[in-house]
């Protein structure tokens, strides 16, 4: 038998790589895991990467991308790579061949059509500022067993590569950016938020710019808390030393961390120690440590047995987001609206069922002392102080989100009545033409498996909701027109109001009488159209969501709060959306606003012709409409336009 | 009639038959295997890439033939190309009939021979070679390689060594027929230890339809209505191999043996020595085979079951390129491409020079070559993971594991199923080749 020839790693990525280029166009795919292979094992080597960077070019044109999802760089999405990265096998092999490629046309060493360097720069700044976990590698639990493979070592030196060619500076800016977003919607659930800031702590000890510097300490500071009392204690060891302070320090105290607490909406550990201990020796103090504005103080005054209740019952360290979820629902006066108070002192005192228990409890890791009813009382709080800050999470239910945010605002009785219902009954009852819809009778809805990481009362809530949802739009399925028609003002309430338009046709799936449409959204929204009058309550809308290519990705449930000028004098429209993520892109270079136009936290905003251009369906008052047709025709074509070369193209267009 | 005269009457009729039959051609039909003077172009029935890649290297005017999904491609890729659709026939003879439309397309480009690339399509390709030669008995050839009684059958009138086998059309026939072998091994009073039977579809690919029946509950269990017709067949003990047997005017121009290291997971080329020894033997089969089914052109694709004693018996024949990554494993130990290899097989046109010089003369193999099926094994999945000591290993190759794109695995009844991907190795020892390709079957590749 002959002698198998050990090549060397190079030589054999070489070969593979000719086999490839002298391919047929048609049989690249035969030859492109040989190469794949090679590059992987090409990668554990010491240069590995920067060999591959030198033959990026080579391998690109040879076909190693062709008939993939990377072949064309110029749709590539930043966002998408961490998922590739974590995917193991081929998939991450091939991710990180792409950004070699990437990294050889940011440097010009490779002058790819489609693709300038500056553009592949940004791509990069951003796979890194994503990454930056990779970059500083966590001796965590998780990292450990997904780093049973090689792959994880191969993700660790693409990113020591990419950190060589590439200054750390530009990420951290990127990654303050995101932060910076991510905070100004101050979200009910933080995780990821806290996560982004604590990859961020390991730029601190390389060279970055001075604010960005800054900008990182103060995240840092707000999670971890930075106490003039002790550095760096144990929160034990912070209470009694609580108990040596005299009124001024306490308050020196409690003005620092609740200032910390407003300009992030993030929560320290030691602010949940220090207002529990205020709660009791020092309520006068409680104003202080929640920095309450005077509407804020004014209702803290008038129920202050019940606050100091709700503190002891619903302040606790593992749901230490709640704290600014108290002083919101405080500054918002909910405390005032009659049925809040007996609505929330039901809850405390509520018999839970035992799996709405089990899930609850599930929230929190074990021995923390901590009962079901403290979980939904903290839910409750935060859910009524942010409703901007409701999230669907991972799951499919906008829509049950939206409706949860919109009571929260103007409803909290019905909302109190809800959480109530779920938690002791599990069972919830809404009345659709006549017929009551229990969600206990019914079995599906939209979510298949949920996905837990949710705040408590979504937690409790949307599998029932959810599930009344999709039987109302059962029940409202082949009546000629869109079910939300029917559906939202059912599901939601009569805040909803009557008149609907929906762009798609449902009898023949078609776009009809696109103009008709924008006229109307217009002559009811746009103040400059219809007549003065105010947007009172949220007004449920559908949305065509597009990637950043303005590409048609599906439809989404977003509401609009307020539509309204900014500072130059523009026309916005400033609406929730319980999908709150940082920074989206619909393409077009119709990009969301989180801050820097007035939102109010977790408002994001876009100009009114570019949401208009996004917008599929929208309720209004039939009583309260403008002149549609003294609409400037210009504008309706703008609009037009921009749907048609978007979501559009997937559509069949067709007049009335 | 009295007795005398019914005694003599039988005398007679006895002498009459036995004349009438001697002077009677008896045994197989004999086809006419070569392709008539016309039509310049080779058309392959069904989309393969590796096949399409062979026959332009080996510069051979040809055309693919397959369902319209692949059309766009095809142009892109200026791959000579018409769309078919094969439809899912009922029956064989149905494919006869439909197949007169495209046999007039194909006159009318040319086309002068069709070769199959899959299974399915088998017949097809027999089909239309019948019609280009005009001999539908062309068409009830390649049946012989696809109805596993008729194969089974024609094996056992050629003088293969088979199993006890009969065609059943309904449960009551499995019982029967489960009984009586066993009867006749004298384990009728031995409920337990019964012999196993195997029941298969009659024509299905791999393993697709197959149950092993090991008592009278397992065939109320394991089969349905829907299961019928099939095939029930007595129980070979020993290792079951397969072949790859590229054939030329009935000779035998290269014999390959590939080793099932574990069935339906892994093979390897070639097998080890324990297996090897027995190519003498098998070449022997294999000619038998040949002789059997009168096979002049092509390549095909035997599985043999060698007993505890040694003895050879023939399991089933496939007249097209095995699954499994066979070729690819061929192709890496052997030094030639098997795709190219089967086209020109296949085609009677081509000359015997032109095969000495593609395949090797000798058996000389570079190592061993082996290659293992990923399957799902949970039924939801988002990562891949290859462990550390596989990918450190000297003797692995490659594999070709990517994210799944569905999260969830559809389940699947029949056969093994579609794999995800395949995982490679190439090295000097075939025991080390095949402990790894069993040490891993048991491994969450996808987690």
Redesign the interface.
Same mark, same amino acid.
């Given at each position: 038998?002959?002698?198998?020839v050990e090549m060397n790693k190079e030589e054999a990525f070489d070969e593979a790589l000719d086999q490839l280029e002298g #391919?047929?166009?048609? #049989?690249k +795919?035969?030859y492109q895991?040989?190469v794949?292979?090679?590059a992987?094992k090409l990668m554990d080597e010491p240069d590995g990467f920067s060999i591959l960077y030198e033959k990026a070019e080579k391998f690109e044109q040879a076909g190693l991308f062709q008939d993939g999802p990377w072949e064309d760089p110029s749709k590539l999405q930043a966002n998408l790579v961490k998922g590739?990265l974590?995917?193991?096998?081929?998939?991450?092999i +091939?991710e990180l061949l792409s950004e070699v490629r990437m990294v050889a046309i940011a440097e010009g060493e490779y002058d790819r059509e489609g693709v300038s360097k500056e553009k592949a720069h940004s791509f990069l700044n951003e796979v890194m500022a994503l990454n930056v976990d990779i970059l500083f590698p966590e001796e965590t639990e998780a990292a450990r067993i997904?780093g049973?493979?090689?792959?994880k070592d191969r993700m660790e030196n693409l990113f020591q590569f990419l950190s060589d060619k590439l200054s750390l500076a530009s990420i951290s800016s990127q990654l303050v950016k995101e932060i910076d977003e991510l905070v100004a919607q101050r979200p009910i659930m933080v995780k990821r938020t806290v996560k982004m800031v604590k990859h961020a702590e390991q730029l601190l000890e390389t060279e970055i710019d001075a604010s960005d510097r800054e900008a990182i300490q103060k995240y840092l500071d707000a999670i971890n808390g930075r106490t003039t009392v002790c550095d760096r204690c144990d929160v034990k060891e912070y209470r009694d030393q609580l108990k040596h302070l005299d009124e001024g320090k306490l308050k020196k105290e409690a003005r620092s961390f609740s200032q910390s607490m407003h300009e992030t909406g993030l929560v320290a550990p030691y602010h949940i120690v220090l207002v529990r201990y205020l709660n009791k020796h020092h309520p006068e103090l409680l104003s202080d440590a929640l920095a309450l504005s005077n509407k804020g103080q004014a209702n803290l005054e008038e129920h202050l047995p019940f606050v100091q209740n709700l503190i002891t019952v619903g302040i606790h360290l593992p749901l230490k987001q709640s704290l600014y979820g108290l002083t919101l629902l405080l500054d918002r006066g909910v405390l005032s609206s009659n049925p809040v108070i007996p609505g929330i002192r039901r809850i405390i005192e509520l018999d839970i069922q035992p799996t709405t228990r089990k899930s609850l409890l599930n929230l929190v890791n074990g021995n923390e002392g901590l009962t079901a009813n403290n979980i939904l009382v903290a839910g409750t709080i935060s859910v009524l102080g942010q409703p901007l800050g409701i999230g669907q999470g991972m799951n499919p239910t906008c829509q049950t989100a939206r409706g949860i945010s919109l009571w929260s605002l103007h409803a909290p009785g019905h909302l109190l009545d809800l959480i109530a219902r779920a938690a002791r009954d599990e069972d919830i009852d809404i009345t659709f033409e006549g017929q009551t819809i229990h969600s206990k009778d019914l079995r599906e809805g939209l979510v298949d498996d949920l996905h837990v990481e949710l705040d408590p009362v979504s937690l409790i809530l949307v599998p029932h909701l959810d599930r009344i949802y999709s039987e109302l739009v059962r029940r409202s399925n082949f009546r000629g027109e869109d079910v939300h028609k029917w559906v939202n003002p059912v599901y939601y309430g009569n805040w909803v109001p009557r008149g609907f338009s929906s762009v798609i046709d449902p009898l023949s799936g078609a776009v009809s009488d696109y103009r008709g449409f924008v006229r109307l959204f217009y002559a009811t929204h746009h103040p400059d159209y219809n007549e003065g009058y105010e947007l009172i309550y949220p007004n449920p809308v559908g949305i065509f969501i597009t990637d950043s290519f303005g590409g048609f990705l599906g439809l989404h449930a977003v509401s609009i709060q307020r539509v309204a000028q900014d500072q130059n004098g523009d026309v916005r429209i400033y609406f929730y959306n319980p999908n709150n993520d940082s920074s989206q892109d619909w393409g077009q270079g119709i990009q969301p606003s989180v801050t820097g136009f007035n939102e109010i936290h977790g408002e994001s905003s876009l100009p009114f012709h570019q949401f208009a251009a996004r917008l599929y369906a929208f309720h209004y008052n039939q009583y309260e409409q403008g002149d549609a047709y003294a609409v400037d025709e210009q504008l309706v074509e703008k609009v037009e336009t921009l749907a048609k070369e978007s979501w559009g193209s997937q559509y069949t267009w067709t007049a009335l | 009639m009295p007795v005398s005269n019914r005694e003599a009457n039988f005398k007679l009729n006895n002498q009459n038959d036995r004349e009438r039959m001697n002077s009677r051609k008896l045994g197989p039909l004999q086809i006419n295997h070569e392709r008539p003077q016309k039509g310049a172009k080779v058309a392959l029935i069904g989309w393969s890439i590796p096949t399409i890649e062979a026959i332009q290297q080996i510069k051979r005017p040809y055309i693919v033939i397959s369902h319209e999904g692949y059309k766009e491609y095809a142009e892109q890729h200026k791959i000579p190309f018409l769309s078919w659709d094969f439809g899912k026939p009922n029956h064989y003879q149905e494919v006869y009939e439909r197949s007169e439309e495209l046999f007039d397309q194909l006159v009318n480009i040319d086309v002068g021979h069709t070769i199959s690339v899959f299974e399915e399509l088998v017949e097809w390709a027999g089909a239309l070679n019948a019609r280009l030669r005009e001999d539908p008995a062309v068409f009830d050839h390649s049946i012989l390689f696809r109805d596993k009684a008729m194969m089974k059958r024609r094996a056992h009138l050629g003088g293969l060594k088979v199993g006890v086998f009969e065609e059943v059309e309904n449960k009551e026939e499995v019982r029967r027929f489960f009984k009586r072998v066993n009867y006749s091994l004298l384990k009728n009073h031995q409920n337990e230890d019964a012999d196993p039977i195997h029941f298969k579809a009659l024509n299905k690919a791999g393993a697709a339809g197959h149950r092993m029946i090991f008592s009278e509950e397992d065939i109320e269990n394991k089969l349905t209505d829907q299961s019928f017709p099939g095939l029930v067949e007595s129980h070979l003990s020993g290792m079951e191999i397969s072949c790859e047997v590229f054939i030329y005017k009935g000779e035998i121009l290269f014999l390959n043996m590939t080793e099932y290291v574990k069935l339906g997971y892994s093979s390897m080329v070639p097998p080890s020595a324990e297996i090897e020894y027995y190519r003498p033997y098998i070449h022997k089969e294999v000619e038998k085979l040949i002789q059997a089914f009168d096979i002049q052109f092509g390549m095909i694709h035997p599985e043999f079951f060698i007993t505890d004693t040694e003895e050879i018996y023939f399991g089933e024949v496939a007249y097209r390129i095995p699954g499994g990554h066979i070729f690819e494993l061929i192709q890496k130990v052997y030094g030639f491409n098997p795709f190219g290899a089967h086209i020109l097989c296949c085609d009677p046109h081509t000359t015997l020079e032109e095969l000495e010089e593609f395949l090797p003369k000798e058996v000389k193999p570079n190592g061993h070559a082996g290659s293992f099926l990923v399957y799902p094994r949970k039924k939801n999945a988002t990562r891949v993971q290859v462990p550390r000591d596989l990918e450190e290993h000297p003797s692995f190759e490659k594999h070709t594991l990517y994210k799944p794109t569905t999260a969830k695995f559809q389940d699947t009844d029949e056969g093994y199923g579609n794999h995800l991907g395949t995982v490679f190795f190439h090295g000097e020892d075939s025991g080390e080749i095949s402990q790894l390709l069993t040490d891993y079957v048991d491994y969450d590749f996808y987690v």
């Open positions: 038998m002959s002698v198998k #391919a047929y166009s048609f #049989a +795919s035969m895991s040989e794949l292979q090679t992987a590739s974590r995917s193991g096998g081929m998939t991450t +091939s997904e049973k493979g090689k792959d | -």
